[in-house]
């Protein structure tokens, strides 16, 4: 399996990017894709995820009501709007997935994912 990432750049505060993943190879069709994100000097965090078989999403508190989470299923492709950065939000965003389907409550966890993209870099100006 292999993730391509893209969509990010640099964007002013209160401004929105749309990241993509693009998932080639032996893909599963239940597997969840999740973002990750991470900034120079901090650990990588969870940002937002979706179980590709229930459609259900989860995020992390600080994106809630900003990012949305989509799936085209057509397309293989996971997407990430993200509207009102701020410059909280400069990270390398990357995504993953997995072989198969994992409890719901789990997908926000990194360590369940083994298959990740190179990362896309999104910068927020003040």
């Known amino acids: 399996v292999q993730l391509q990432a893209s969509g990010g750049g640099l964007v002013q505060a209160g401004g929105s990017l749309r990241l993509n993943c693009a998932a080639s190879?032996?893909?599963?069709?239940?597997?969840?894709v999740a973002w990750f994100r991470q900034a120079p000097g901090k650990e990588r965090e969870f940002v937002a995820a979706?179980?590709?078989?229930?459609?259900?999403?989860v995020y992390e508190d600080s994106v809630k009501g900003r990012f949305t989470i989509s799936r085209d299923k057509a397309k293989n492709t996971v997407s990430l709007e993200m509207n009102n950065l701020t410059p909280e939000d400069t990270a390398v965003y990357s995504c993953?997935?997995?072989?198969?389907?994992?409890?719901?409550?789990?997908?926000?966890?990194?360590?369940?994912?083994?298959?990740w993209g190179q990362g896309t870099q999104v910068t927020v100006s003040s």
């Open positions: 190879g032996r893909t599963s069709s239940s597997a969840p």
């Open positions: 979706i179980d590709t078989w229930t459609t259900n999403t």
């Open positions: 993953a997935t997995r072989d198969g389907r994992i409890v719901f409550s789990a997908i926000h966890r990194a360590e369940v994912y083994n298959y």
